[in-house]
Structures are given as structure tokens and as C-alpha cells.
């Protein structure tokens, strides 16, 4: 616990003060900016920036040249630096018991320049990886130009307060008759798409994914056929190229893109998706050329109900009739019956899709019914989908079956 001073002692509403450590760590940590405030000839000074918390010591970012840095050498530079988490807005009956459900720190003391190489080493690779576990390994270190031009101050947490609410509506019980909606809307802060530079050409690495559970995870899976990897915006001129077939697009649910461009906004809305948790996106690779032939993803995941379905499948005209979307099938089948124990796996196909409907069957998928008028199809027309499934029984014959199939299909060049 942190001792209470003049300075962190609440004057009002100290039900929501309190001066946990562990408390006040938390809400650091996931913050990722603060405002930092100290006073330059005599005038009251506010800067956001960034922060990282080691130990119980905070490091502030900053520019060897700006005002708050240039005070802080010496003696140090007494400050006073908040951070706050906005939870929720809370909306009551009346306008005056509106309010909202906070999670904040407040930190008082001086603020000394950080002067060790190796203390400011390590301060801006903490600072690196708060943004993305691993990422100070995965870029360039700062070079001797750079570190000469970036300063940190280090602040000790030893007079520290936390304020917080959370809850529902508190207003007057003769407010509860009032014909107005009352209650709490979350908020939360949540990570967009990953827009790559130009000329990227890597992945988007793992910190920057979504974390759902095990069945939303695009691990790697890997054959003598194909290579299955996460589906990212850089695969996407490759994708057009593959499948500039009008047949390969002839049954699916978008028409064939005319452009790399629009290619990679429908490979964006698989990732839109995937950030949503409705599906996981891999792109297909030949495992012999490392080309990129195609897409298929897992949707419709219900972990709850160990139920996935298969689909959204795109493959090259030159690699149908290979091992490649079979042995694609048999390892997202093992993952899917294997390592997440689903006790069901389905497929959906249009009813149009006579080539498709044959290839699921030899998967040893037993169809189901019709869903009518289930979905638009690009031209406007109402699709008939045919559904297919596979049970966690009948899975150990599909596999052998499955199998048999690969071992008369030799990976080809």
C-alpha cells in the first residue's frame, strides 16, 4: 500500500480513493499514454506522453530538447503525471447523476533524467515491447543519433493515489418512475486492422493479432501439399494472380475482383471478421513452390457448442484436382477434431455448385439438407446452400479415407 499525503487525500468522494499498489500497477500497465504536468516559470505546464512502468519506478518519453526534460537535469523536476482508463459513461434519469466509470492514478514527486546507458537501454526496450510483446526484437534499435535525442525521466512511485467507480446508475429512487432509458454504456479501447506500410512484405506478427480463444488462433499448419499461414494484406497481389480464373469465382459469394485493390478489400473484410472472432483466415501456399494459390478459412466457431464450420475457400484453377485442398481439409480436420476436440465440423456450398457438393462428399461429409433463399449470391439472385457435416464418429474413417486419397496424389512443382 501507498501511505496517503497531503497531496493524494481525497477532500470529496473517498469512497473511490484508495492507495493499492497492485491497484495502481494495473492501471499503468494498460494504459498506454499519461499527461504529465509541471510548472515552467511559474506557469502550469500539461504534455502527453508516453510512459512505461518498471518496477516501482515510472519512465516518462520524451525529446532531450523539450521544456520538461531540459528543467529535469540537476536536481530533478517535480511534476505530477495521471493516467486514466474511461470504462464506461454512465446515464441516469437525471442529468445531474450522469456520470462515468473510471479507473485512474495519480502520481506526485521529482522526476530525475535518466543519465545511465544502460538503465535508458533498457527503459526504451520495455517501452518497445509495451505496444507488442516481442516487438523490440522484431525492429531496428535506436542508433547513436537517435539515443542522443531521446531523453526518459524517472519517476518514483512512492506518493501515489487511486480513483475509481464502477457500477451502475446511483440517482434518487423518486427519479425511478421518469419515462427516460437509464444505464451504462462500456467502453472499451479495442485495436483496429494492422494497415501496412508500402513495400511491406512480411506477415503481421502474432502481437498484432487478435486473441480470442484456441479455435480463433491461425496457427501454422503445415504438409507435404500445402502450407496453411495466417491470411494477411501483403498475400493479396499474390491471390490475384492465382485466381484470375472466372471459374474459381463462378460459385462464391463475391464476384471476382477486376483489380489488386479490390482483391485486397475483400481479404480486409476476412481479417475484419477474424478481428470480430467469426472466422480465421489462412491463405494457402503450394508447399512445394511456396507459391500462394488460395484462401479457406474456419467460421461460424462456437466453442461452446465444439462446432466449426469450413469454407470460404479460394483456390487457383492450375491447383484444383491436386492434393492441395484435400490435404488442406484433412489438417484443418485434425485441428479441428484433434487439438480442439470439436465434436462437429460443417460445410456450406452453393446448390448450383455441383463440383463442390462432389468434392465435400469425398471428404466423407454427409449432407444435411437445403437451407432456401439462404444468402444473395453477387448478382442478386437467392442462393439455395447445401449443408454438409461430419461428426466427431465419423471422423477416424474420414481420416483413413482422407489419407488414402493424399498417398495417390504426389505433390507437384
Same mark, same amino acid.
Given at each position: 500500500m501507498y501511505a496517503p499525503t497531503a497531496r493524494t487525500t481525497a477532500s470529496r468522494s473517498r469512497e473511490r480513493m484508495s492507495y493499492d499498489r497492485d491497484a495502481a500497477h494495473a492501471v499503468l500497465d494498460e494504459a498506454y499514454h499519461c499527461a504529465l504536468g509541471f510548472t515552467v516559470d511559474g506557469e502550469p505546464r500539461v504534455l502527453p506522453t508516453l510512459h512505461v512502468r518498471l518496477g516501482d519506478t515510472l519512465y516518462l518519453h520524451g525529446s532531450t530538447g523539450s521544456r520538461p526534460l531540459l528543467a529535469a537535469r540537476g536536481e530533478g523536476l517535480p511534476v505530477c503525471v495521471a493516467v486514466t482508463l474511461l470504462d464506461g459513461l454512465v446515464y441516469a434519469r437525471s442529468q445531474f447523476h450522469h456520470s462515468a466509470n473510471y479507473r485512474s492514478v495519480i502520481a506526485h514527486g521529482t522526476a530525475r533524467l535518466v543519465t545511465d546507458a544502460a538503465e535508458k537501454a533498457e527503459v526504451l526496450t520495455a517501452l518497445v515491447d509495451k505496444v507488442g510483446p516481442g516487438r523490440a526484437a522484431d525492429s531496428r534499435p535506436p542508433n547513436r543519433r537517435e539515443l542522443a535525442e531521446t531523453a526518459v525521466l524517472a519517476?518514483?512511485?512512492?506518493?501515489v493515489s487511486v480513483r475509481a467507480r464502477a457500477g451502475g446508475v446511483n440517482e434518487d429512487p423518486a427519479d425511478h418512475a421518469l419515462p427516460h432509458w437509464a444505464g451504462v454504456l462500456p467502453l472499451r479501447l479495442t485495436a483496429g486492422l494492422p494497415e501496412p506500410?508500402?513495400?511491406?512484405t512480411v506477415p #503481421?506478427?502474432?502481437?498484432? &493479432?487478435? #486473441?480470442?480463444?484456441p479455435w480463433h488462433e491461425p496457427v501454422v499448419l503445415g504438409g507435404e501439399h500445402v502450407l496453411l499461414e495466417p491470411l494477411d494484406l501483403t498475400h493479396a497481389e499474390d491471390l490475384f494472380g492465382a485466381t484470375a480464373d472466372p471459374q474459381v469465382w463462378q460459385h462464391l459469394g463475391a464476384p471476382q475482383p477486376v483489380t489488386v485493390d479490390e482483391l485486397r478489400t475483400a481479404v480486409g473484410a476476412y481479417l475484419a471478421a477474424g478481428r470480430r472472432g467469426e472466422q480465421v483466415p489462412w491463405v494457402q501456399r503450394c508447399a #512445394?513452390? $511456396?507459391a500462394v494459390v488460395g484462401t479457406t478459412s474456419y467460421y461460424e466457431i462456437d466453442p461452446e457448442r465444439r462446432s466449426v464450420a469450413v469454407g470460404h475457400t479460394i483456390l487457383g484453377r492450375p491447383w484444383w484436382r491436386t492434393g492441395i485442398n484435400t490435404e488442406a481439409k484433412l489438417l484443418l480436420l485434425e485441428r479441428?477434431? $484433434?487439438e480442439l476436440e470439436a465434436v462437429r465440423v460443417v460445410w456450406h456450398t452453393d446448390i448450383r455448385n455441383e463440383r463442390s457438393q462432389r468434392a465435400i462428399e469425398r471428404l466423407g461429409a454427409t449432407r444435411e $439438407? #437445403?437451407? &432456401?433463399?439462404? &444468402?444473395? &449470391?453477387?448478382d442478386g439472385s437467392w442462393r439455395d446452400t447445401v449443408q454438409y457435416s461430419m461428426t466427431v464418429e465419423e471422423w477416424p474413417n474420414a481420416q483413413v479415407r482422407l489419407r488414402e486419397m493424399l498417398r495417390a496424389q504426389a505433390p507437384s512443382a
Open positions: 519517476l518514483p512511485l512512492t506518493e506500410d508500402l513495400g511491406v #503481421v506478427p502474432p502481437y498484432l &493479432r487478435p #486473441v480470442h480463444t #512445394v513452390t $511456396g479441428a477434431f $484433434g $439438407g #437445403v437451407l &432456401r433463399k439462404h &444468402r444473395l &449470391r453477387p
